[in-house]
């Protein structure tokens, strides 16, 4: 080939891009093409002098970082920083607006028209084709939403829509019409997505909740492609709008980054705090452990063991911890229900009848019990020599002060006569006398309850951090971390 036509074959480009130039076509960049998350914000390491690192202790087990199945407030602690919802809590459990920039509400208070804040982006994430986040979309709401109804997930959620104009129709024929053809609502019809931007919701009857309930984790925002892409989708890659984005979770810790998608406008703060490590432990002791050998800088909320260990009996720091740890105690409460199966096929007229004359005050723990005879069988004879079973199973559950409660009920209330032991299962069947279940005082008064349960324990959430983390302030919402105004003080933490 002669070099004339190689100098040709090589400005050819060039040429075209001039022609480009100089035409009078319109080029239109496409509004939902994805973007570049880095910024210079990601390059930040452990060994930059600003860079700050927290590690958090959790006392329930993150195994699905899916908000629809979010069982336990470890799990919600961890997903709201992932995630945003259209509204959040504030620290006096009031709405703020977080996906939201405009809120009109009808006079008769029945509809509500959002506008969302422009040119938010989710997170970069192997959900989207190209890797990188796209541009929030109304569609994403309405989607999530109507999500929340079908028959694959947790009914969590679903009480918290149920006023929905819509909803409860749509609700129940996904979860009791199973042939699909049959089926013939394709979504709520009070949630309308009015354009890109904006989306309105149309309530049954008034409701002064209703922004709170869209406050719930449980509502969080995500993409479709992050359910529908990938064989576990969001259990195990969670992809949100939050401030902080998802890195890894493997050994019992979870680790998340400040997130690098700028979306800095329309953001009222941005946190200081660049990467958040989650850590789990097999036990209470060991979770303390690591905390006193400085692993961990906070666990935000104590288990049973801990709070008895480093909580005297007027709720204060014990006077050995004064130097070493702040203790903050949340305006929220944990609740733990324990249930006496009355469908079980052991024999529980022993049971019930230990239990109702039982002196609850025995079961020492932070917090106050309450008692509801009608959670027990009625007893069909008046005979005081009926006979135990000598072993009654309870449904497996992770909830620390549950195993706490039974543990206490078992050694003094049931032995000698009888024992607990926990089934691997985790629902109730006929073979269980117990089954718990763990609530919070935001979700509990939204979520219905069929069965009444014999014991609740309403727990106070105790926090414990190291004197070097500032910030920590107490909140009237059960899972949130106020992650803003938190500050690591390195320094510090080297020193001690």
């Known amino acids: 080939m002669s070099k004339k036509i190689r100098t040709l074959l090589l400005l050819m480009p060039l040429l075209l891009l001039l022609k480009a130039c100089g035409t009078t076509d319109t080029v239109t960049v496409v509004a939902d093409a994805p973007r570049s998350g880095v910024t210079e914000r990601d390059t930040l390491d452990d060994d930059d002098e600003h860079f700050q690192h927290l590690r958090i202790g959790i006392i329930d087990p993150v195994t699905n970082f899916d908000p629809l199945f979010a069982d336990n407030l470890s799990t919600m602690r961890v997903i709201s920083l992932i995630y945003d919802g259209l509204f959040t809590l504030n620290r006096e459990g009031e709405p703020d607006a977080s996906l939201v920039s405009e809120v009109e509400i009808s006079e008769n208070g029945r509809e509500y028209l959002f506008k969302l804040k422009p040119d938010l982006y989710y997170h970069d994430s192997r959900a989207f084709m190209a890797g990188v986040g796209r541009r929030l979309h109304a569609n994403d709401i309405k989607w999530a939403f109507e999500r929340t109804a079908h028959s694959n997930v947790p009914q969590y959620a679903s009480a918290l829509l149920m006023n929905v104009e819509g909803y409860r129709n749509y609700f129940l024929e996904q979860r009791e019409v199973f042939d699909r053809s049959k089926r013939v609502l394709e979504g709520v019809s009070g949630i309308e997505v009015i354009d890109r931007e904006t989306i309105r919701f149309r309530l049954n009857r008034e409701d002064p909740d209703f922004l709170k309930k869209l406050s719930s984790p449980y509502l969080s925002v995500y993409p479709r492609e992050g359910v529908e892409r990938g064989e576990l989708g969001l259990k195990s890659t969670p992809v949100g709008t939050g401030h902080y984005q998802f890195r890894s979770a493997e050994e019992g810790t979870i680790i998340l980054s400040l997130n690098g998608s700028e979306n800095a406008n329309n953001r009222s703060a941005r946190p200081e705090v660049n990467r958040i490590d989650f850590i789990h432990a097999s036990n209470e002791g060991e979770l303390f452990q690591k905390f006193n050998r400085h692993e961990i800088d906070w666990?935000?909320?104590?288990?049973?063991?801990?709070?008895?260990?480093?909580?005297?009996?007027?709720e204060s720091l014990v006077s050995a911890y004064h130097n070493q740890f702040t203790l903050v105690k949340q305006e929220a409460q944990?609740?733990?229900?324990?249930?006496?199966?009355?469908?079980?096929?052991?024999?529980?007229?022993?049971?019930?009848?230990?239990?109702?004359?039982?002196?609850?005050?025995?079961?020492?723990?932070?917090g106050s019990?309450?008692?509801?005879?009608?959670?027990?069988?009625?007893?069909?004879?008046?005979?005081?020599?009926l006979q135990p079973d000598s072993?009654?199973?309870?449904?497996?559950?992770?909830?620390?002060?549950?195993?706490?409660?039974?543990?206490?009920?078992?050694?003094?209330?049931?032995?000698?006569?009888?024992?607990?032991?926990?089934?691997?299962?985790?629902?109730?069947?006929?073979?269980?006398?117990?089954?718990?279940?763990v609530s919070d005082s935001f979700h509990h008064s939204y979520q219905s309850k069929p069965d009444i349960p014999w014991l609740t324990i309403f727990t106070p959430i105790f926090g414990l951090n190291h004197t070097y983390i500032r910030g920590i302030e107490p909140t009237m919402v059960p899972w949130k971390i106020h992650i803003e105004p938190i500050r690591v003080q390195d320094s510090e933490r080297r020193e001690s």
Request: aromatic content about 8%.
């Open 299 to 314: 666990i935000p909320e104590l288990g049973p063991q801990i709070s008895n260990q480093v909580i005297s009996s007027d």
């Open 334 to 366: 944990r609740l733990t229900s324990i249930f006496l199966n009355k469908n079980s096929t052991a024999q529980t007229e022993w049971l019930a009848k230990r239990l109702s004359e039982a002196g609850i005050d025995e079961i020492d723990i932070h």
């Open 369 to 385: 019990i309450s008692v509801d005879p009608d959670g027990l069988p009625a007893l069909e004879t008046e005979e005081t020599d």
């Open 391 to 437: 072993e009654y199973f309870i449904s497996f559950t992770d909830n620390l002060t549950a195993r706490y409660a039974l543990s206490i009920m078992n050694s003094q209330l049931l032995e000698p006569d009888a024992s607990l032991a926990f089934f691997d299962i985790r629902i109730s069947t006929p073979e269980t006398s117990f089954f718990t279940s």
